[in-house]
Nanobody, 123 residues
Framework: QVQLVESGGGLVQAGGSLRLSCAAS????????MGWFRQAPGNEREFVAG????????YYADSVKGRFTISRDNAKNTVYLQMNSLKPEDTAVYYC????????????????WGQGTQVTVSS
């Protein structure tokens, strides 16, 4: 059974950094993609970044380009989201998810999700 476990969230001041981790287990992920999404109160869940597990190709939402970096460690089956220059509007619960193929941005295309980790950025 596929399991995704996020960690690394917390409270940080604007301009600060956090690194989120997503530990994946339960299948071979080489033909799959991983995505990071976030959901703020009252908002829909939105795509943040994605990575092809075998290709390493990365994709970002415009709102985080140049500030966030997604990466993966194949040996540890872990995906990371390095978040720099954080803004109060980045405050949300961050989720990782997986899907077959390429990392698309649509929530409904992902079949497994983690439980989420809270990121709060104070001004």
């Amino acid at each position: 059974q596929v399991q995704l476990v996020e960690s690394g969230g917390g409270l940080v001041q604007a301009g600060g950094s956090l690194r989120l981790s997503c530990a994946a287990s339960g299948r071979t992920f080489s033909n799959y993609a991983m995505g990071w999404f976030r959901q703020a109160p009252g908002n829909e869940r939105e795509f943040v970044a994605g990575i092809g597990w075998s290709t390493g190709n990365t994709y970002y939402a415009d709102s985080v380009k140049g500030r966030f970096t997604i990466s993966r460690d194949n040996a540890k089956n872990t995906v990371y989201l390095q978040m720099n220059s954080l803004k109060p509007e980045d405050t949300a619960v961050y989720y990782c998810a997986t899907r077959p193929g390429v990392p698309l941005s649509h929530v409904v295309l992902y079949d497994y999700w983690g439980q989420g980790t809270q990121v709060t950025v104070s001004s």
